[in-house]
């Protein structure tokens, strides 16, 4: 019966028949409809952020609205080195997330006291401040004008970033996949399980031996590593880096995106950006002019009825089902 | 149930990546006007949007046997948004040219698209000078801001103004006009004794006017984005810098016609250099400000919606030059070098920079049958750029 | 890190406690020594300030004064998981889970970390194999197999609460402290309950926080008396069951004693409900 | 430098005015409405138009700015938010973006997107003088009126709270709504009530600061970060925590670009992570307070 037990226990862990599916899915798609490469770049990049801000606000309990802040040092540092140094892509990557790691581990020490409120607070104000030094650092970020002559080099030395955004596509989705399957893993382990706990119930984690700072302090960190990479995916596929990448709205917009999609549940943030942009992408086509009424619309339907039972619409009318799962 | 919503989702994917697919037939001309039609910049937006509608309403949509189509995008004023759709539009909608662009940052980002592409963009509004060198499929029809200050650095020394402090909204367009306004009026003898800058969400200009009332400078010169203009002038007036005998000087933007009307009396008699005014005394001027204004509900043009019916114009001759042949290049050379008059007045794209060479004129607010507008008073004639001189 | 003066068989030894609130006194100078292998029942009336003092035991609050050392070791000021790490373990008078995992993601949790693998992030959770038995093994022993995949939310009040003390045993004490571990269990899972804590292994020592005198009678071989933030007496039980003063003070509250079951809604799944116990256990306390 | 003062305290009080209802709705329902800003430019709307297409005078629009919003508060609250109270705060967080979207989109597709400009009357627009340059004080008649206004305002809030017996309600059900429906309390009505002065309360702020801060249908979402930070450094468990907070962000801002313009807004924000690591309850909270 042991295997009862841990059967049951790696039950979670263990691959859905629909992961794969999906994931082929994803990537096919440039390739099946090569006109939608770029969006579908776009909301690789954003899933791949909404995901990382799963890790610390869905698994961990910290609630954030200063996450751009390592989206955009991501971004900018990639973009910068790409410019000064070298043009490889990679390598920018990895750069890119290793500073954001270190904003992230040095910030963590904000977040280890107080309400949510208090948190909301002090991670927005770390990203307010990280837009005015962008802003003031001009003769380096360039300033409000964004930062031009970002020239990236072809993928591996050999995929050139085409107009099409083929290149662009699959480069963000596998960055995606890579690093969705270590959160993915990282979740599933003893150590995601002591987050969870800290997040329901930080006495009695404490109360098991759990160090709650220190495991804070790592989450946080490596969600901003992940963001990171987000941040750099998106300078380097757009060659263009400027201020907005640490404004409060991409906070606050990925927050959006992964609580339509669900928190806690790693896919939630993929979901949520694929449904945001598609919806955002649509609508706003339809009406440039008046597209944030009816994503709000959406929002406030989403929440009254709730996730689950809006997808089921012949259960509106019974007794509400209780919330939805954020 | 995340399960089911998250098929749900991919379906809905799925759908929507079949539904938007786009099909260029090849008797059309597309024109891609990207946009922010939603956020802080939205009135630029509207502006251009309907001076473009409006020119196309005038002049048909039928060019050189080509069918005009626009097509309108919403960036939100983010430019990694720009960018995007740009690229979706040349890649997917294949259109034959980039228009619009509200802050320079948009039009930056754009740019190495139009240069891979060789797509012709035409910035209606962003009026950072360095934008045209970003790429030469740049062409510009709204106006730079070094023109606009320079200007008036001529003008301020003549008329006893010299002494001036600057405030100016801390980006590009902003550091432009305090840089050359600068340049220019230590070249006329006159002296710049402070460079303020606000930051553009800063709420509140009380400090900064302040701080301006207790330097006593002749005259404040001003450069914010339109819309912020009218605060500043309330402010200017309610903190006495008037009565302490300091003129409020500076760019168009600050008396906007898109907001003057409403501004009251506190704009009265505040000098401003731009190229465009609603009261422009033209023949053309009239008739573009009252079918506008027809057309739109009341609303009066303002310099943005010029430069969107003058990048308008110049798409649509072009377009009759090159005769819709050869793709973006001949379009471009159609472009270069057009001299024509403007509601604005006199104006052309200079061939070499592919930006806009106009008049420059000097407005103070006066009334007009019961209504506020930038009376002209003085022009500087065929101002070219001062940021490609260097 | 001086040993304490008291015989080496002193495992756990606070001395001199001293607790205010604010104006109140919660904890007045009280000096609390358990012996290895005790089984050590500390009683008092509502408010006498037991689960203060199991606080700042634990380190979920430190003491105005006083001193607590830990075989030998001064841990005064150490973090509560610190001490957790060193052997000390407690259960809470409100249950305090984790709502949203299963009884068995629970443990595994628990026990993983107890086992040193809490920074292991390459490999599932219970791909361990002593993990997996070790679980298995606590769920036979405090009936939570056939539960063992529903969320913690959705369990009726026993079998949270026998979750609440198997967590406590997950960590393996060496010394483990039960505040009121059976309030609100059914009368017939009592017994059981305390007979599978008792029947840990000798060298565990327990101190009990009970109201049900039975029970405590039942199972403790040394008892301390805690009135109004002070120590009233110690002794075997014999001795205190025949002390009158114990009488006099204690056993007009006898009655309570049962019904102190926390109603299962008060079951908050935050870090406050301790600042509640405490504030509640000092604000009683001089009304 | 006296003027200064001045300025920074008109601004705080305006802040004040406009954040102390979302202060209160987040400590007494516990409910995170980021939609607090709609509110204040519905009351900054109502007076525009007013004023704009039926020519009424600036005072009567005042109070006809609170009651819309009120009105439109009570309303909301009864259909829509009181469902939610005890859905997670992610939820309401998701809930009232998605009502500001529609606010901003909904204003902008009726009244359109320019700045609106509201015309005082003349006796608001001069400037009083006192002392000499090195201790000048000069005071915009305008921040006076604001100044006095909210002053009265935050007057009439403490007594409404500490003296009345709607005060004490309230104040129980903050502490603790159980009870508080235990000791006979309707909390339904208190929270309806509150939930409509704070928007009321917010609407006239938007109206009294439609001149300083400006109107455009972004109002919601530009200073949603400003009502945060006042509740955040004020706390939600008084009203004199918001005011204090309020009065030190305008101050503190207003100072900061009169002296160190380079440093732009980087005074504020700092200023508030230092405050909110060192307390992070809120600066002027009572110690165990919410």
Not at chain 2, 100 to 109: N, Q
């Amino acid at each position: 019966m042991t295997m009862g037990v841990q059967s049951s226990l790696l039950k979670d862990s263990r691959f859905k028949a629909w992961e794969p599916v999906l994931w082929l899915l994803a990537f096919a798609a440039p390739a099946l409809s090569p006109s939608h490469a770029l969006i579908i770049n776009e909301i690789a990049i954003v899933a791949l952020f909404a995901v990382s801000l799963d890790l610390i606000l869905g698994y961990t309990g910290i609630v954030s609205l200063g996450h751009a802040a390592f989206f955009g040092l991501g971004g900018y540092v990639a973009a910068l080195f790409a410019k000064l140094v070298m043009p490889d892509p990679l390598v920018g990557l990895a750069v890119g997330m290793l500073a954001a790691t270190l904003l992230g581990a040095l910030a963590s020490f904000t977040v280890m006291r107080g309400s949510d409120l208090t948190r909301l607070m002090v991670t927005l104000g770390v990203g307010l401040i990280l837009l005015e030094l962008a802003n003031k650092l001009d003769w380096l970020t360039g300033g409000a004008d964004g930062l031009q002559g970002v020239v990236m080099g072809p993928l591996l030395g050999r995929f050139e970033f085409d107009l099409n955004g083929q290149t662009a596509a699959y480069y963000s989705l596998t960055v995606l996949l890579l690093l969705f399957l270590l959160l993915r893993r990282v979740v599933h382990s003893p150590f995601g399980a002591t987050l969870m706990a800290i997040r329901d119930n930080r006495l009695r984690a404490m109360a098991i031996g759990i160090p709650v700072n220190a495991r804070l302090a790592a989450s946080y960190t490596l969600a901003a590593a992940v963001a990171g990479a987000a941040g750099a995916l998106m300078t380097q596929t757009t060659g263009f880096a400027s201020l907005d990448l640490f404004e409060f709205h991409r906070s606050a917009d990925v927050m959006l995106i992964l609580v339509i999609g669900g928190t806690g549940w790693l896919y939630g943030g993929v979901a949520g950006a694929i449904v945001f942009k598609l919806m955002q992408d649509a609508i706003s086509s339809i009406t440039p002019q008046y597209w944030t009424f009816w994503i709000g619309l959406f929002l406030v339907v989403l929440v009254l009825v709730g996730r689950e039972r809006l997808l089921r619409p012949w259960t509106w009318f019974k007794r509400p089902s209780g919330g939805g799962k954020a | 149930m995340q399960k089911r919503f998250f098929l749900q989702a991919v379906a809905l994917a799925a759908v929507s990546l079949t539904v938007t697919g786009a099909m260029a037939q090849d008797n059309t001309f597309k024109i891609g006007l990207i946009l922010p039609m939603t956020g802080q910049q939205a009135t630029t937006g509207r502006q251009i949007e309907a001076a473009a509608r409006l020119y196309m309403a005038q002049h048909g949509d039928t060019v050189a046997g080509k069918k005009i189509q626009l097509i309108v995008k919403d960036d939100t004023s983010l430019p990694d948004a720009t960018r995007r759709l740009a690229q979706e539009l040349v890649v997917n909608d294949k259109v034959n040219v980039l228009a619009g662009f509200g802050i320079t940052p948009s039009a930056m980002a754009t740019a190495p698209i139009a240069t891979q592409s060789k797509t012709p963009m035409v910035v209606m509004a962003a009026a950072t000078s360095s934008i045209t060198q970003a790429s030469p499929y740049v062409v510009r029809t709204s106006f730079t801001l070094p023109q606009a200050s320079v200007a008036l650095a001529d003008w301020a020394p003549k008329n006893g103004i010299k002494k001036v402090v600057t405030l100016v909204s801390d980006y590009g367009p902003g550091l432009d006009a305090e840089k050359y306004f600068k340049e220019r009026l230590t070249f006329n003898g006159g002296q710049v004794t402070e460079s303020l800058r606000v930051p553009l969400r800063g709420p509140d200009f009380a400090p900064f006017l302040q701080k301006v009332r207790d330097a006593k400078p002749d005259a404040l010169f001003v450069f914010v984005p339109s819309g912020a203009g009218a605060a500043v002038m309330k402010q200017f007036a309610e903190r006495g810098l008037d009565k302490a005998g300091i003129k409020l000087i500076g760019t168009g933007d600050v008396t906007d016609d898109d907001q003057l009307a409403d501004m009251g009396d506190v704009a009265l008699g505040v000098v401003t250099s731009h190229h465009y005014s609603a009261a422009h005394p033209s023949a053309l001027n009239k008739k573009f400000v009252e079918e506008f204004t027809k057309a739109n509900k009341g609303l009066r043009p303002n310099f943005m919606a010029v430069g969107g019916y003058d990048g308008m114009r110049v798409i649509y001759e072009a377009l009759k030059i090159s005769k819709g042949q050869g793709g973006g290049d001949a379009l471009l050379a159609g472009m270069k070098g057009q001299i024509f008059e403007s509601p604005r007045g006199k104006m052309f794209i200079d061939a070499q920079t592919r930006d806009v060479v106009q008049d420059i004129y000097l407005r103070k607010v006066e009334k007009k049958d019961g209504q506020l507008y930038n009376v002209e008073f003085d022009v500087i004639k065929d101002v070219k750029d001062p940021g490609k001189a260097k | 890190m001086s040993t304490t003066l008291n015989d080496a068989a002193t495992v756990l030894s606070a001395q001199g406690m001293v607790m205010r609130f604010g104006g109140i006194t919660a904890t007045n100078n009280v000096t609390l020594n358990i012996k290895k292998g005790a089984r050590h029942a500390l009683i008092g009336p509502n408010g006498a300030g037991k689960t203060t003092l199991i606080n700042l035991l634990t380190g979920v609050l430190t003491p105005t004064e006083g001193r607590i050392t830990l075989e030998g070791e001064d841990i005064t000021r150490l973090a509560p998981n610190q001490r957790v790490r060193r052997g000390m373990v407690r259960t809470f008078q409100i249950n305090q889970l984790f709502d949203s995992l299963t009884p068995l993601q629970t443990l595994a949790l628990v026990v993983s970390q107890h086992h040193g693998l809490g920074l292991k992030w390459w490999q599932p959770l219970g791909r361990n194999k002593q993990v997996a038995e070790r679980c298995e093994q606590l769920l036979a022993q405090f009936h939570l197999t056939e539960v063992m995949n529903q969320p913690t939310r959705v369990l009726a009040y026993g079998k949270r609460r026998l979750l609440e003390i198997a967590i406590a045993l997950a960590c393996e004490p060496r010394v483990l402290l039960l505040d009121e571990p059976v309030a609100g269990v059914p009368a017939g899972e009592r017994e059981e309950l305390l007979q599978t804590v008792a029947a840990l292994p000798a060298d565990v020592s327990i101190l009990l926080i009970e109201h049900d005198m039975d029970l405590v009678f039942s199972f403790a071989n040394f008892m301390t008396v805690l009135v109004n933030g002070t120590l009233l007496t110690e002794g075997t039980p014999e001795q205190i069951a025949n002390d009158p003063q114990v009488k006099a003070v204690y056993l007009g509250h006898g009655e309570e004693a049962g019904a102190a079951g926390p109603p299962q809604g008060a079951n908050a799944p935050s870090g406050d409900s301790a600042a509640h116990e405490v504030a509640s256990s000092g604000g009683k306390f001089n009304g | 430098m006296l003027t200064l003062l001045f300025d920074g305290i008109a601004y705080g009080m305006l802040l004040f005015i406009l954040a102390v209802g979302l202060a209160v709705t987040m400590g007494l329902m516990n409910f995170i409405n980021l939609a607090h800003g709609a509110f204040a430019m519905a009351g900054g709307y109502i007076t525009v138009l007013l004023m704009q297409r039926f020519g009424v005078p600036f005072l009567v629009c005042l109070p006809l700015a609170f009651l819309g919003s009120a009105l439109l508060g009570a309303v909301l609250e009864r259909t829509l938010y009181r469902p939610l109270y005890h859905k997670p705060h992610l939820d309401q967080v998701l809930f009232s973006i998605g009502l500001v979207f529609m606010a901003v989109a909904g204003v902008d597709y009726f009244i359109g997107s320019t700045q609106q400009i509201i015309q005082l009357p003349e006796w608001l627009k001069g400037r009083t003088e006192l002392g000499s340059d090195g201790w000048m004080l000069g005071m915009g008649h305008y921040r006076l009126f604001i100044v006095a206004v909210c002053a009265a305002l935050t007057v009439a809030l403490q007594y409404l709270l500490t003296r009345t017996r709607f005060g004490s309600q309230l104040r129980a059900s903050v502490d603790d709504q159980r009870v508080a429906a235990g000791m006979g309390i309707n909390v339904n009505i208190v929270f309806l009530s509150t939930f409509a002065v704070g928007s009321g309360l917010a609407g006239l702020g938007g109206a009294l600061g439609a001149e300083v801060l400006g109107l455009d249908p972004s109002f919601p979402l530009k200073f949603m970060v400003y009502f945060l930070i006042v509740v955040a450094v004020g706390g939600t468990s008084s009203i004199t925590g918001p005011l204090l907070a309020a009065l030190l962000l305008g101050i503190a801002d207003v100072a900061g670009k009169y002296y160190i313009p380079k440093l732009g807004a980087f005074i504020v924000y700092s200023l508030m992570i230092a405050i909110l690591i060192w307390r992070p309850q809120g600066l002027f909270v009572r110690k165990g307070g919410k």
